[in-house]
């Protein structure tokens, strides 16, 4: 399974954009980044996935780089509820493929 | 849609007593994934189930098992526990031909 690297932690001001890089250098061809956040001691939150497309839903967009060796997750217009610990994870498609996370990035949106 | 469903909330266990944790998968899906949380740690995996087989297994001990029933409904078992073993523990669920995976609330276990 290919390793990610994130920023431990970052900060962001409310209404501004929130730009969340990671590296995954070891990514192979049919692996897929997947990010999660999770709030406060609460289960992690799917938050959008891709495979070499740049990716939007309601919630964030996902830019990935032709290389693919790295991606950045934003969140167009970050919020006070948008302050928990963001992972991003890379893995084969299919659901029984285990996501393996690392310490992630502590995003705190300031008022 | 309940989403996936977990229980209980939080326990409070004597270090040597045994422990079950229960997880209702998201209605569809038929694949269910344990994993532990130390404070301040990302999620690790435990294991994944199945068909109500164990399909993969990550660096645990025996002392954790598991079992899925055929509505895919799953427990998670600790014999033996240690203060080790404290921790907030995950159940998610998925589909086995889906992609993303959606986590439960979590079981918040202290073992004193």
């Known amino acids: 399974d290919a390793k990610t690297t994130q920023p431990p932690s970052m900060d962001c001001a409310e209404g501004r954009a929130a730009n969340l890089p990671c590296n995954h250098s070891?990514?192979?061809?049919?692996?897929?980044v997947y990010w999660y956040r999770q709030i406060h001691s609460q289960g992690p939150q799917y938050i959008i996935h891709g495979l070499k497309n740049n990716e939007t839903n309601e919630m964030a967009s996902l830019i990935i780089t032709e290389d693919r060796k790295s991606s950045t997750l934003i969140l167009p217009h970050a919020t006070l509820r948008d302050t928990a610990v963001y992972y991003c994870?890379?893995?084969?498609?299919?659901?029984?493929?285990?996501?393996?996370f690392g310490t992630g990035t502590r995003l705190k949106v300031l008022a | 849609d309940a989403g996936v469903t977990q229980s209980p909330t939080h326990l409070i266990k004597t270090r040597g007593q045994q422990v079950t944790l229960r997880c209702s998968p998201k209605?569809?899906?038929?694949?269910v994934s344990w994993y532990q949380q130390a404070l301040g740690q990302g999620p690790q995996f435990i294991f994944q189930y199945y068909e109500e087989e164990e399909r993969q297994r990550g660096n645990f001990p025996d002392r954790f098992s598991g079992h899925q029933f055929p509505n895919y409904s799953s427990e998670l078992n600790v014999n033996a526990l240690l203060l080790g073993d404290s921790a907030l523990y995950l159940c998610?669920?998925?589909?086995?031909?889906?992609?993303?995976?959606?986590f439960g609330q979590g079981t918040r276990l202290t073992v004193v």
């Open positions: 998610a669920s998925s589909s086995r031909w889906g992609a993303e995976a959606f």
């Open positions: 209605s569809g899906h038929d694949t």
């Open positions: 070891t990514i192979s061809g049919n692996e897929y």
């Open positions: 994870i890379v893995k084969m498609g299919s659901g029984t493929y285990k996501y393996i």
